[in-house]
């Protein structure tokens, strides 16, 4: 599967960005996908993950309530939703999948498959 991560951009706080990963490749029902996201010097961390199947969503206590991951079925394409955004935020964002129905979601070692990183800033 061939990923495609976009989205990112400069945003003060409080604002709000989408990030959008857009899957192609086989079919992507069986996708278990996933948000990471990597400042310069410190490892990559967990954000969101989302089963495609069942759309149940998970998330890093750090983004609760202010994030949002959704999948759209007819686009094939995974959505990131960040509001109130923090210049803590600030990152880059990666996109990822593996195809499997259960995995440890925020370990990056069970995704197969990642997109290129999206640049989002957060100014404050």
């Known amino acids: 599967v061939q990923l495609q991560a976009s989205g990112g951009g400069l945003v003060q706080a409080g604002g709000s960005l989408r990030l959008s990963c857009a899957a192609s490749g086989r079919t992507v029902s069986s996708l278990f996908m996933g948000w990471f996201r990597q400042v310069p010097g410190k490892e990559r961390e967990f954000v969101a993950a989302i089963r495609w199947a069942s759309g149940s969503p998970y998330y890093a206590d750090s983004v609760k309530g202010r994030f949002t991951i959704s999948r759209d079925n007819a686009q094939n394409t995974v959505y990131l939703q960040m509001n109130s955004l923090k210049p803590e935020d600030t990152a880059v964002y990666y996109c990822?999948?593996?195809?499997?129905?259960?995995?440890?979601?925020?370990?990056?070692?069970?995704?197969?498959?990642w997109g290129q990183g999206t640049l989002v800033t957060v100014s404050s």
């Open positions: 990822a999948a593996v195809y499997s129905g259960f995995i440890h979601y925020a370990r990056q070692t069970e995704y197969d498959y």
